[in-house]
T-cell receptor, first 114, second 113 residues
Framework: DGGITQSPKYLFRKEGQNVTLSCEQN?????MYWYRQDPGQGLRLIYY???????QKGDIAEGYSVSREKKESFPLTVTSAQKNPTAFYLC?????????????FGPGTRLTVL | AQTVTQSQPEMSVQEAETVTLSCTYD???????LFWYKQPPSRQMILVIR??????QNATENRFSVNFQKAAKSFSLKISDSQLGDAAMYFC??????????FGQGTRLTINP
């Protein structure tokens, strides 16, 4: 089955610790995205990558870091510099060849910082 | 910067009835895409329908249709014959030429049996 996986589904961390969220896709998509969703709000773009070894900041990149060493993987690290990291995080990917270029989403990771 | 506004935080409808969710957006671009996503309690984002700005014909997917008014920058979603499974958060999204999605704040839709 082709798709996007995010792990873990729930993640708990102590304040001040860095934590890395996993995002893997086997759709052979070129572009990948990380979004943050807070209660009652829409999604906000954190980082995105159009191609391997390249990525750009989104609207709320402060306190986050990413890497794109492989086409299939786009991990997100929430650093201790992120002032309010508790949120729901969604990863998405997009092919560069489909006419609509729609983004497909993973199931998300709920991060709670204690 | 592009913005997307959903002015209805919550809506409710009787099962089998029709409901319309509103969305307005702001952009200076002439060619772009608009989407409606559904987020059920599982929180998985599911694409409901999409519209290309250069197409005047409104998109339709089974019970879901849009009313796209380009000049007014309006993109409403109509759900006909509402079903219990339609209950979810609905997000309107604008895709910019650089392929980034901008989301509205969402509308929570409740279906009353």
């Amino acid at each position: 089955d082709g798709g996007i996986t995010q792990s873990p589904k729930y993640l708990f961390r102590k304040e001040g610790q860095n934590v890395t969220l996993s995002c893997e896709q086997n759709l052979n998509h070129d572009a990948m995205y990380w979004y943050r969703q807070d209660p009652g709000q829409g999604l906000r773009l954190i980082y995105y990558s159009q191609i391997v070894n390249d990525f750009q900041k989104g609207d709320i990149a402060e306190g986050y870091s990413v890497s794109r060493e492989k086409k299939e993987s786009f991990p997100l690290t929430v650093t201790s510099a992120q002032k309010n990291p508790t949120a729901f995080y969604l990863c998405a990917s997009r092919t560069g060849t489909d006419f609509y270029n729609e983004q497909f989403f993973g199931p998300g990771t709920r991060l709670t910082v204690l | 910067a592009q913005t997307v506004t959903q002015s209805q935080p919550e809506m409710s409808v009787q099962e089998a009835e029709t409901v319309t969710l509103s969305c307005t957006y702001d952009t200076s671009e002439s060619d772009y895409y608009l989407f409606w996503y559904k987020q059920p309690p599982s929180r998985q984002m599911i694409l409901v329908i999409r519209q290309e700005a250069y197409k005047q014909q409104n998109a339709t997917e089974n019970r879901f249709s849009v009313n796209f008014q380009k000049a007014a920058k309006s993109f409403s979603l109509k759900i006909s014959d509402s079903q219990l499974g339609d209950a979810a958060m609905y997000f309107c999204a604008y895709r910019s030429p650089d392929q980034k999605l901008v989301f509205g704040q969402g509308t929570r839709l409740t279906i009353n049996p």
